[in-house]
């Protein structure tokens, strides 16, 4: 059985950082590509980063100098760092691994207010 378990999300002041976690089980992780979305209620979900299995990255235009995705094949976790926080990044966000298939996490709200 295939899991995605996202931790790390809160409550941060505009300015600060957050770092959140997914962890993975029941797939060949090194092998997928990993990424990070995000949704507001009423709103498309939208990609915001990605790491292929040779750890290239890629970035929304939204968050390229603040955000960076890291992997760690050994223990199976994709990480999103985000600093410099705004209110305008406040989501629920979710961890998709994909290769052959499509899997998703259940998500982790980020809210960013003063």
């Known amino acids: 059985q295939v899991q995605l378990v996202e931790s790390g999300g809160g409550l941060v002041h505009p300015g600060g950082s957050l770092r959140l976690s997914c962890v993975a089980s029941g797939i060949l992780f090194n092998i997928h590509i990993m990424s990070w979305y995000r949704q507001v209620p009423g709103n498309q979900r939208e990609l915001v980063a990605t790491i292929d299995s040779a750890g290239t990255t890629k970035y929304a235009d939204s968050v390229k100098t603040r955000f960076t995705i890291s992997r760690d094949n050994a223990k199976n976790t994709v990480y999103l760092q985000m600093d410099s926080l705004k209110p305008d990044d406040t989501a629920v966000y979710s961890c998709?691994?994909?290769?052959?298939?499509?899997?998703w996490g259940q998500g982790t709200q980020v809210t960013v207010s003063s």
């Open positions: 998709n691994a994909r290769m052959w298939s499509n899997y």
